[in-house]
């Protein structure tokens, strides 16, 4: 079984960091990166990510659109919704 290969990205970087110190934790072999630009992020996924887990409200893309876009380039990217906002629970 191959390793997975993880984005997290949020733009608050205790989150972000905190996150990606869990996904550690849960699989000891994951490949994680850890990113609070959404914009700068985009030339990161291309790198083809396995599994995305990306907060919904940041500045200059948010969640969803980044989404679209990777989305675009590897259909098979999954992706974990992050948010504290209740309206999108």
Do not use: H
Not at 65 to 74: G, P, S, T, V
């Amino acid at each position: 079984m191959k390793d997975v290969k993880y984005l997290v990205l949020d733009d608050e970087i205790i989150a972000a960091e905190y996150l990606a110190a869990l996904i550690r934790e849960v699989d000891e072999k994951a490949e994680v990166v850890t990113e609070i630009n959404p914009v700068k992020s985009l030339e990161l996924a291309r790198q083809q990510f396995d599994v995305c887990f990306i907060d919904i409200q940041m500045p200059g893309l948010n969640g969803i659109e980044f989404a679209n876009e990777i989305k675009k380039l590897y259909p098979r990217t999954n992706f974990i919704f992050v948010t504290g906002y209740s309206g999108y629970m």
